[in-house]
């Protein structure tokens, strides 16, 4: 029997010719990742536990993105814990205000994480690195704060799915709609424990934005990760990018699955996520009748230059609707800056919309765009569970960037086409 | 432990457990006040030492965040029951030491307000109005070796020492 992506790489970071899904295994972590709000519970840990040394300072990252620039007296004082231990422990990869970004828009952009690795991180959403090709989970403060020590993490080997996409992309449709069309079918827990695994056609085609979106909603499957094998497009992406040597993985032709799953995107028409569940999905011609007051067009999902180049094409000479704030949030400041230079951000500015520096804000109800008892906003992040963005008596719809700009034209949620 | 349930649904999200409104701290104490807050707004105030959740399907689904399973544990509540747990709230869970039992079976005979009795050494699951007892499997070696030596921290400390 062959062994999957996801099988070889943990085989390969425990230091074994294979590994079995079911299997217990420490494994070695090549970067280990935390932020403002996981990273202070984890440098606490650290130190209660009376340790000394971090395994490597070279193999942790520490990215104040999520209450930054700091929101309030208590999100300064966790950024001030993740500054001093950064700097008491020599860590090569801390970056301040001004200097990063959306963790997981920054990571692979500064080619800090590559094909290959193993990636734990103390943010669900560290499953976006699989797009790299990368082996890359979510885990908790404790976990990070003993690979911090030991740059070893417990791991069970998970079981894979293989999801099938097939025939051409049709026009406003992206990673986003992809993702969304899988976790509708299989539900917000249908990968749970295991491994997605991306490929198809459709997949070859789609630029490393697209796919780093993709990806970032694995755990909204439930999934321990998502991966695409490396290609040309990888190979690219990390072209004067990558900081270390890289390493491409792929499936063998006989890796076994626990199931496959085979759409057919030739058709498939942006999708939409009904609150409160990211499985709750539509077609957005079945929700065009809903009013909305806020959008938000940004976060680890779809903060990136592909995402605001699509915005911006529709939102170009436009009006953003006298009842709606729409919010446009760069990942990262690269983003930022190739977006200035392209005068995407002229365009939002001229459509009345709202320019943030990076920072997750508002995707966690954190701040930069709160919303108010009842009020519903249509957003291309990652969750719309209850309260996600503020009042637990608010809703968030979820969509991809093309959607997010059309509707906040209109004011309701909108097929792009109707637009432009 | 034994203790009264508080019953909820499947998909409980960690933005329900704890709104990402109150991870502007790492203080349990301040955490624990908000616990389970967007799914039962009065919880923090009703819960007593010793009282068990019970979820359903997949709890604990969303975000990585630690403050979930710490501010369950710090609101006293001294075990929690589901049909099944997300993963990182159940890596969560074991690496702090909350103690948590997947038992679908007892799971659908509770009612909320039931007292139940758990074993997590047999992995049993006793209903104190009905007498029933539920088995289920107990955890893998690998995290009853974690769970022994008081959360992960301690794994690592002794694993060290080695």
């Known amino acids: 029997m062959g062994m999957t992506i996801t099988e070889k790489i943990i085989a390969a970071h425990c230091g074994r010719e294979r590994v079995k899904p079911g299997e217990f295994v420490y494994a070695n972590v090549d970067i280990a990742l935390g932020n403002d709000i996981t990273a202070p519970l984890a440098i606490q840990e650290f130190e209660a536990a009376g340790l000394k040394r971090v395994f490597d300072p070279e193999r942790i990252?520490?990215?104040?993105?999520?209450?930054?620039?700091?929101?309030?007296?208590?999100?300064?004082?966790?950024?001030?814990?993740?500054?001093?231990?950064?700097?008491?422990?020599?860590?090569?990869?801390?970056?301040?205000?001004?200097?990063?970004?959306?963790?997981?828009?920054?990571?692979?952009?500064?080619?800090?994480?590559?094909?290959?690795d193993l990636v734990i991180g103390a943010d669900s959403h560290t499953c976006t690195y699989g797009a790299l090709g990368a082996f890359a989970t979510g885990v908790g403060s404790t976990d990070l704060a003993a690979v911090m020590a030991t740059g070893k993490v417990w791991l069970r080997v998970p079981s894979s799915l293989k999801f099938n996409y097939n025939g051409a992309m049709p026009k406003w449709i992206g990673g986003k709609d992809l993702v969304l069309l899988a976790i509708g079918k299989i539900g917000v827990d249908g990968a749970r424990y295991q491994s997605m695994e991306i490929c198809g056609e459709a997949i070859e085609f789609l630029n490393m934005d697209e796919r780093l979106a993709l990806c970032n909603m694995a755990i909204e499957a439930g999934a321990k990760?998502?991966?695409?094998?490396?290609?040309?497009?990888?190979?690219?992406?990390?072209?004067?990018?990558?900081?270390?040597?890289?390493?491409?993985?792929?499936?063998?032709?006989?890796?076994?699955?626990?199931?496959?799953?085979?759409?057919?995107?030739?058709?498939?028409?942006?999708?939409?996520?009904?609150?409160?569940?990211?499985?709750?999905?539509?077609?957005?011609?079945?929700?065009?009748?809903?009013?909305i007051d806020q959008v938000v067009i940004g976060s680890c999902t779809n903060g990136r230059i592909t995402d605001l180049r699509t915005a911006a094409q529709i939102?170009?000479?436009?009006?953003?609707?006298?009842?709606?704030?729409?919010?446009?949030?760069?990942a990262t400041q690269e983003i930022y800056l190739q977006a200035m230079r392209e005068g995407l951000l002229e365009i939002f500015v001229n459509a009345e919309a709202v320019v943030s520096t990076p920072t997750c804000g508002p995707c966690l109800g954190g701040h930069m765009g709160i919303l108010a008892e009842g009020e519903r906003a249509l957003s291309t992040t990652n969750r719309n569970f209850v309260g996600r963005m503020g009042h637990p008596k608010s809703e968030v719809y979820l969509c991809n960037p093309a959607v997010a700009a059309a509707s906040a034209i209109t004011g309701h949620i909108t097929h792009p086409d109707e637009v432009l | 432990m034994k203790g009264k349930c508080w019953k909820f649904g499947d998909h409980v999200d960690t933005d329900q457990i704890i709104p990402a409104r109150y991870l502007n701290t790492i203080n349990a104490a301040e955490l624990a006040a908000h616990c389970m807050e967007d799914a039962d707004a009065g919880f923090a105030k009703k819960v007593k030492q010793g009282d068990i959740i019970v979820g359903g399907d997949n709890f604990g689904c969303g975000s990585s965040r630690e403050h979930a399973p710490l501010c369950i544990k710090a609101a006293g509540v001294s075990c929690v029951l589901a049909n099944s747990f997300a993963r990182i709230f159940f890596r969560?869970?074991?690496?702090?030491?909350?103690?948590?039992?997947?038992?679908?079976?007892?799971v659908a005979a509770i009612k909320e307000g039931d007292e139940v009795e758990v074993d997590l050494e047999k992995?049993?699951?006793?209903?104190?109005?009905?007498?029933?007892?539920?088995?289920?499997?107990?955890?893998?070696?690998?995290?009853?070796?974690?769970?022994?030596?008081?959360?992960?921290?301690?794994?690592?400390?002794?694993?060290a020492a080695k």
Do not use: W
């Open chain 2, 92 to 106: 969560n869970a074991i690496n702090i030491g909350l103690p948590i039992l997947e038992c679908p079976e007892a």
């Open chain 1, 61 to 116: 990252a520490l990215i104040p993105d999520h209450f930054t620039p700091n929101k309030d007296i208590k999100s300064a004082q966790q950024c001030q814990v993740l500054r001093r231990f950064a700097h008491a422990h020599g860590l090569k990869h801390y970056y301040d205000a001004g200097r990063c970004g959306v963790e997981h828009a920054f990571l692979p952009e500064q080619g800090i994480v590559v094909p290959g």
């Open chain 1, 315 to 330: 939102l170009d000479g436009r009006k953003v609707a006298p009842s709606v704030r729409l919010i446009v949030i760069p």
């Open chain 1, 225 to 291: 990760n998502g991966i695409i094998a490396p290609d040309q497009t990888t190979v690219d992406y990390e072209e004067n990018r990558a900081q270390r040597p890289f390493k491409k993985y792929a499936s063998d032709p006989n890796a076994a699955y626990t199931k496959t799953y085979d759409f057919d995107v030739s058709n498939l028409e942006p999708l939409v996520a009904l609150p409160h569940l990211p499985e709750n999905v539509k077609p957005v011609r079945e929700c065009k009748d809903i009013r």
């Open chain 2, 123 to 159: 992995g049993s699951v006793k209903h104190l109005g009905t007498g029933k007892v539920y088995n289920t499997t107990p955890f893998p070696k690998e995290l009853r070796e974690i769970i022994a030596a008081g959360g992960l921290m301690n794994y690592v400390k002794t694993v």
